[in-house]
T-cell receptor, first 112, second 115 residues
Framework: GEDVEQSLFLSVREGDSSVINCTYT??????LYWYKQEPGAGLQLLTY?????DMKQDQRLTVLLNKKDKHLSLRIADTQTGDSAIYFC????????????FGTGTQLKVEL | GAVVSQHPSRVICKSGTSVKIECRSL??????MFWYRQFPKQSLMLMAT?????????EQGVEKDKFLINHASLTLSTLTVTSAHPEDSSFYIC???????????FGQGTRLTVV
């Protein structure tokens, strides 16, 4: 079955870069996503990448995909206190918001 | 952006009672809604897919008679946890999309505690 794993916790200093990692097992995953969840709020889609891409950059966010190793990472440049949240990676075979398989979530804490 | 609202955000109920959770798309019509459940320190697990006007499709291991899903309109889906037990205590979250393979927008989730 599908399995998506993340480390549970990451702490960084304000202004540093954060790198959140994710590994998945389903090689047929077509779309991979990063979601952000702030306390008391729903999941917000940050970015996504197609499986035929290696990298995608969107302002402070850089997504790297190593399809051979089934490894996905999210790099946040110049991390701010407002970036403190739980970050989920997710995969889907069909794209959009269909039947997402989520990781356990990584809690990012940004310290001053 | 599109807004999905869940109600209530927190609920405490007694064992054996039923609880209804609502998921509403506020500014768009949702042909499909998804219900997820998240236990502490675990992933969000898909419970069921709900299409407006038809029966929900449940994931393996999810009891359809216990978790009743109704998607009677294009803006509202409800999840009813029947005869709730403490092991049903969890974080329930819905998402809604306008069409197939489109982005899904998430509600803020409902924290259910069964005592």
């Amino acid at each position: 079955g599908e399995d998506v794993e993340q480390s549970l916790f990451l702490s960084v200093r304000e202004g540093d870069s954060s790198v959140i990692n994710c590994t998945y097992t389903d090689s047929s995953s077509t779309y991979l996503y990063w979601y952000k969840q702030e306390p008391g709020a729903g999941l917000q889609l940050l970015t996504y990448i197609f499986s035929n891409m290696d990298m995608k950059q969107d302002q402070r966010l850089t997504v790297l995909l190593n399809k051979k190793d089934k490894h996905l990472s999210l790099r946040i440049a110049d991390t701010q206190t407002g970036d403190s949240a739980i970050y989920f990676c997710a995969e889907s075979l069909t794209g959009g918001g269909n039947k997402l398989t989520f990781g356990t979530g990584t809690q990012l804490k940004v310290e001053l | 952006g599109a807004v999905v609202s869940q109600h209530p955000s927190r609920v405490i109920c007694k064992s054996g009672t039923s609880v209804k959770i609502e998921c509403r798309s506020l500014d768009f019509q949702a042909t499909t809604m998804f219900w997820y459940r998240q236990f502490p320190k675990q992933s969000l697990m898909l419970m069921a897919t709900s299409n407006e006007g038809s029966k929900a499709t449940y994931e393996q291991g999810v009891e359809k008679d216990k978790f009743l899903i109704n998607h009677a309109s294009l803006t509202l889906s409800t999840l009813t946890v029947t005869s709730a037990h403490p092991e049903d205590s969890s974080f329930y979250i819905c998402s809604a999309q306008t069409g197939q393979n489109t982005e899904a927008f998430f509600g803020q989730g409902t924290r259910l505690t069964v005592v």
